[in-house]
């Protein structure tokens, strides 16, 4: 029910493949995307990683099958349970791609929900369609926001609309996803599928190590002041300052042609 598959074009793509549910998470393929993220962290020759949905949805979230909290009214039930199956399930998830040192696109090819909705938005790059919906409904069942939603949300679309998204269902759709902050670019259906491979491509051919810093300063901004921003900034161009990379950059500027980075 997920497909992860490494190409010549150093792509790594996970595909959400269970069409007849709206490829609602079971824990099977909760920890098997999981499994995916890490194995790109660890294999060279994953310079991106693209995700999708098969069929016409994204993710429609965590299978009640799979949740704890679908528990909470059978005899015997433990509160802890839930918080510890978050701890090793979704929030997991959220984590190893949110800290992935490699660039990350999602591409969102309908209905992303909650915990769907933040698989996306965990990575660097969301691309949408006119029919994309994010959609949130954890208020319709007495549940508290929960994969990394209460942290990204605020981050993407500022508190006010954050709150409106989780505490009275607001959802967002297309273009709107584009202008709220939620998504990169919305593009016409039949082409989403072909930008987010152009812009996966385009990554996949940058300077890989120098990207993944840039992007760990960039996630960290709002958790550090100014000073400790330039700091860790100083330390990762230091980092950067001994890859292969930059030394073809250099190169490449010097003889007036495209760089041919290797990711090292």
């Avoid at 999981?34 to 949905?53: H, M, N, Y």
């Avoid at 996630?219 to 860790?232: C, P, Q, R, V």
Wanted: aromatic residues 6%; contains cysteine; proline residues 3%.
């Amino acid at each position: 029910m997920i497909r992860y598959e490494v190409g010549d074009d150093q792509i790594g793509r996970i595909t959400l493949d269970r069409p007849d549910a709206k490829n609602a998470l079971t824990i099977e393929m909760r920890d098997t995307i999981v499994d995916a993220v890490r194995s790109a962290r660890d294999d060279v020759k994953v310079r991106t990683l693209l995700i999708t949905g098969a069929g016409d949805a994204f993710c429609a979230g965590m299978d009640l099958s799979a949740s704890t909290v679908a528990k909470a009214s059978e005899p015997g039930y433990k509160t802890r349970s839930t918080s510890e199956a978050l701890r090793v399930g979704v929030q997991a998830l959220i984590r190893e791609l949110w800290e992935l040192d490699k660039p990350t696109v999602a591409a969102v090819n309908g209905a992303a929900v909650g915990p769907g909705a933040h698989l996306a938005l965990a990575c660097d790059f969301v691309l949408v369609h006119e029919q994309t919906r994010f959609l949130w409904s954890f208020a319709k069942w007495g549940l508290v926001v929960d994969a990394g939603g209460a942290y990204l949300l605020p981050r993407l679309v500022g508190l006010p609309r954050a709150k409106a998204m989780v505490m009275l269902g607001e959802g967002a759709t297309g273009q709107e996803a584009v202008d709220l902050g939620l998504a990169y670019r919305c593009v016409p259906t039949d082409e989403l599928a072909a930008e987010a491979e152009k812009i996966a491509l385009r990554l996949a051919d940058g300077p890989t190590r120098s990207l993944g810093l840039s992007k760990r300063l960039l996630n960290e901004s709002f958790e550090t002041d100014l000073a400790h921003s330039l700091e860790l900034e100083g330390v990762y161009q230091s980092l950067a300052a001994t890859s292969a990379d930059l030394m073809e950059g250099m190169s490449a500027f010097r003889d007036r042609r495209d760089p041919d980075f290797t990711g090292r």
